[in-house]
């Protein structure tokens, strides 16, 4: 059953007195209460922009204050590296054969079992404020308030639990569900631990960045990544790609209007769906204040002048595209960092931040030029990995990296640990905790799996593949043309070497593989059930081709 959020606001969380009085956090002879937890995941953000990553680009001060109160993983992924489906297993604790949810043609079976419905079960109050991009309704959850469909950066509109009208807040959007999620929180009256889960839209595509962080990377002239100039010799499938920077929109992604880029738009010329592109973008614009499109055309007048005036090509045009598309994602990471910071400071304010647990990731990875590229969707490292930082001053130490393989898949299970509270056996991933005591797990996973569906469904033409991680190598299987690549990672730490079939790894390649059988049976997946649906599925589209042919 829903609650409203006046209900939901008195039935969570802690009352003023226990904020007020540090001791009442604990029952009984000194035994704490079980913890709270707030879960923060930003969407398409790399570890390459955050500073305690080891990032040149930017300073992210929060972000590395909760690695320096607490833990930093050094080797965290994901199981399918696109936003839907990372969701889903975040929330499921399976894999996206079993969760339902394989890319963004799905829809999220809400009636299956999740960690929030757990923790309800448990006695938690359960919270999601910001994007949910799953298209069914939250289930689980005492109260939601969540961005329609992708979300909006500039005056979203958020969909609210109870509520039959959507309402449209003014603002920037991570401050807005930051705004939302905090108002929550604070209004809590005495009740049951909390789990509260804050997703912000940033930094997706197509990066828009708050009015006061326009300007910020104005005078910084950004280094090209060492594969920046991919080939992509030995990988068809890399090659094939639709992501690579110079085939941006001049619209959409530059933040230019028709009058600037006239008939040529960096796609190779108009057609119908470059329209729909340019349309969204200009769309978009309306929905800006007067303020907001004042300073937005100020700054982006200085780009389409520059555009007009350079009139760059080529590998000149590839690099000036680059260094716009760097100002404007890192712009939108400042955002994050900085509400970030707000989230930390509530928590110092109410006395909360001994007992709560304070997690921060992404929903996958983003390349930011690494082989060309922007997206995200492949087994590559960039996008493999997710930023994963852990507070939790009661158990975890400070300043501990952790260099064991985790997933996403881990997340349901290491909550539903920390909160004493019962693991389904459908759930897929192990409980984190072990990792972020004092001491290591000798016993912890030495491979990951990882399996990724869209193509041809989506954007981007990256083909349906799967694959297997270890510490030293990784093996890729493009199991639609049966194409195989291994890599190096000691050797190939940028995976530009596709060793698959060189003499000298016969015996690596065999135990990898190996190894990918090993999972595969492991985590219950279908190799061949997929391939059959991709089959369906273009056999169904070439039906639709031909009764629209016949209409």
């Not at 707030?38 to 953000?45: G, P």
């Not at 990544?225 to 001049?250: H, K, N, V």
Request: glycine share 8%; aromatic share 12%.
């Amino acid at each position: 059953m829903g609650t409203t959020r006046r209900e939901f606001l008195k039935q969570a969380g802690l009352g003023t007195t226990a904020i007020a009085v540090p001791g009442l956090l604990t029952v009984g002879c000194g035994k704490r209460t079980r913890p709270n937890i707030i879960f923060i995941m930003s969407d398409d953000h790399a570890e390459q922009a955050i500073s305690c990553y080891g990032s040149k680009l930017i300073k992210t001060p929060a972000l590395d204050r909760i690695a320096n109160e607490g833990v930093r993983f050094e080797n965290s992924f994901v199981t399918n590296s696109i936003c839907g489906p990372s969701r889903a297993t975040l929330l499921t604790g399976k894999y996206s054969h079993l969760n339902g949810f394989k890319d963004h043609r799905d829809r999220f079976d809400g009636s299956q079992v999740t960690f929030p419905k757990v923790l309800q079960e448990a006695g938690y109050k359960t919270a999601i404020v910001g994007k949910w991009h799953l298209k069914s309704e939250p289930t689980g959850f005492d109260y939601w308030n969540i961005l329609k469909g992708q979300g909006q950066y500039y005056n979203p509109t958020l969909k609210e639990i109870d509520k039959a009208e959507d309402t449209q807040h003014e603002g920037y959007s991570t401050d807005i569900v930051t705004d939302l999620a905090l108002g929550a929180l604070n209004d809590m009256e005495q009740g049951n631990p909390f789990c509260m889960m804050v997703h912000y839209k940033s930094p997706h595509r197509n990066w828009m960045p708050n009015t006061k962080y326009l300007d910020a990377f104005d005078d910084v002239e950004f280094p090209l990544p060492e594969s920046f100039d991919d080939d992509y010799t030995g990988r068809p499938a890399a090659e094939a790609a639709d992501m690579r920077i110079e085939d941006m929109w001049l619209s959409f992604d530059q933040k230019m209007v028709r009058p600037y880029y006239g008939e040529e738009t960096g796609r190779g010329g108009k057609d119908s769906w470059t329209e729909n592109v340019e349309d969204s973008y200009e769309k978009s614009l309306e929905r800006l204040t007067d303020s907001q499109r004042k300073a937005w055309d100020a700054h982006y007048q200085k780009r389409m002048d520059e555009f007009k005036k350079l009139n760059p090509t080529g590998t000149e045009k590839k690099t000036w595209m680059y260094q716009n598309y760097l100002r404007d994602y890192l712009g939108c990471v400042l955002s994050v960092d900085e509400n970030v910071g707000r989230i930390l400071a509530f928590l110092d304010k109410k006395g909360l931040s001994d007992n709560t647990i304070l997690v921060y990731t992404s929903d996958q990875g983003m390349y930011l030029g690494e082989h060309g590229w922007y997206d995200k969707r492949f087994m590559y490292e960039e996008t493999l990995s997710m930023p994963l930082l852990m507070r939790y001053p009661m158990e975890m130490p400070s300043g501990k990296v952790v260099k064991e393989m985790v997933m996403n898949l881990d997340f349901a299970s290491t909550f539903l640990d920390y909160a004493e509270a019962p693991i389904p056996k459908e759930m897929q991933g192990s409980s984190l905790r072990p990792l972020l005591r004092r001491w290591d797990d000798s016993n912890w996973r030495e491979s990951i799996y990882y399996h990724y569906y869209e193509n041809p469904r989506g954007w981007h033409s990256v083909r349906g593949h799967c694959g297997v991680r270890t510490e030293k190598y990784k093996l890729l299987h493009f199991y639609l043309d049966d194409r195989w690549e291994l890599f190096d990672l000691e050797a190939d730490p940028n995976e530009m070497n596709n060793v698959y079939g060189d003499p000298n790894y016969v015996q690596v390649q065999a135990d990898m593989k190996k190894e990918l059988e090993r999972l595969i049976e492991h985590y219950g997946d279908d190799i061949e059930q997929a391939i059959q649906d991709h089959k369906d599925y273009m056999a169904k589209q070439e039906a639709k081709k031909k009764t629209g042919a016949q209409d």
